[in-house]
């Protein structure tokens, strides 16, 4: 029961927050835009994840913030298998990935607003 309420409940936080895209489609977008792609991974009923969504990325400012530098790609290891052989050991893991399949940079753990932004400043 409780599982079905967090499901719901990030179903309701999608509608409001970052549209998170799939990795196909973000590979897809990459090729017309060049941008970063940004992998979310993450757990349904992850505490951290679930307060990085709503501290983080329901905040429109810094949603904007990350849309204009990268494409939002969400990995939920519930349903779906990471990409390009990569590992994660918790969750949320952030993978910042170029056109090449290349990791530019992993980022651990959930943030506030100011240290991802800080974290995530300087990835080209």
Request: proline letters at 2%; one cysteine or more.
């Amino acid at each position: 029961m409780n599982k079905i309420i967090i499901y719901i409940l990030l179903g309701l936080v999608s509608l409001y927050g970052a549209e998170f895209h799939s990795y196909e489609q973000a590979l897809k977008m990459q090729k017309k835009n060049h941008k970063i792609i940004m992998l979310d991974v993450m757990r349904s009923d992850c505490h951290f994840c679930i307060q990085m969504q709503k501290e983080v990325f329901e905040n429109k400012e810094m949603l904007q913030w990350l849309e204009k530098r990268f494409i939002l790609c969400e990995i939920n290891l519930d349903f779906d298998d990471l990409p390009l052989g990569l590992k994660v050991h918790f969750t949320p893991t952030f993978f910042f990935v170029d056109e090449n399949s290349k990791i530019l940079k992993t980022i651990p753990g959930s943030w506030n607003i100011q240290d991802f932004k800080d974290l995530t400043r300087n990835i080209k």
